[in-house]
T-cell receptor, first 108, second 110 residues
């Protein structure tokens, strides 16, 4: 069965330190993977998707099929990065399945 | 441009009362539509999704149901709410692998 796992509920990082939000998936086939972000009092919104290999707000994520991972990374954390982050997978029926989310807290 | 409307924003209902949350999409046709619930400590949970009028797939057996009476209208319902139905409900639509969310409904069942 398709599954997205985010092992950390809460991640606290000092400002300026590197950030890595972990995401592992279970899927038979070639997955389409995404990261969504929800800032305080705002709507959930798309941050990036692996197919476009883009960098948004300094974040990147690389699909590692061998490790079935899609970790989200940023070299230097900023206070405005504090938010809830969701990893998601789209399956062959076009359903989008989310992980349970990781709350990123940037410490001053 | 496409927009998604979801209402109400907040709702307080007694146990055993009915529920109807509505979601409409503008600026697109035949969207895939979704209902998610964001419960404390459980993250985002897919409840229902629909690929067309009258076509509803349920992901989690529960006290809720969904209907799609029109192409761009998606309704989440319950005949009798339970305490465990409390949570934050999000409607969403997808196009070209992107998912767009409504502003959500905070439901408190007392």
């Amino acid at each position: 069965a398709q599954r997205v796992t985010q092992p950390e509920k809460l991640l606290s990082v000092f400002k300026g330190a590197p950030v890595e939000l972990k995401c592992n998936y279970s899927y038979s086939g070639s997955p389409e993977l995404f990261w969504y972000v929800q800032y305080s009092r705002q709507r959930l919104q798309l941050l990036l998707r692996h197919i476009s290999r883009e960098s948004i707000k300094g974040f990147t994520a690389d699909l590692n099929k061998g490790e079935t991972s899609f970790h989200l990374k940023k070299p230097f954390a900023q206070e405005e990065d504090s938010a809830m982050y969701y990893c998601a997978l789209i399956d062959r029926d076009d359903k989008i399945i989310f992980g349970k989310g990781t709350r990123l807290h940037i410490l001053p | 441009s496409q927009t998604i409307h979801q209402w109400p924003a907040t709702l307080v209902q007694p146990v055993g009362s009915p529920l109807s949350l509505e979601c409409t999409v503008e600026g697109t046709s035949n969207p895939n539509l979704y209902w998610y619930r964001q419960a404390a400590g459980r993250g985002l949970q897919l409840l229902f999704y629909s690929v067309g009028i009258g076509q509803i797939s349920s992901e989690v057996p529960q006290n809720l149901s969904a209907s799609r009476p029109q192409d761009r209208q998606f309704i989440l319902s319950s005949k009798k709410l339970l305490l465990s139905d409390s949570g934050f409900y999000l409607c969403a639509w997808s196009y070209n692998e992107k998912l767009f969310f409504g502003s959500g409904t905070q439901l408190s069942v007392l």
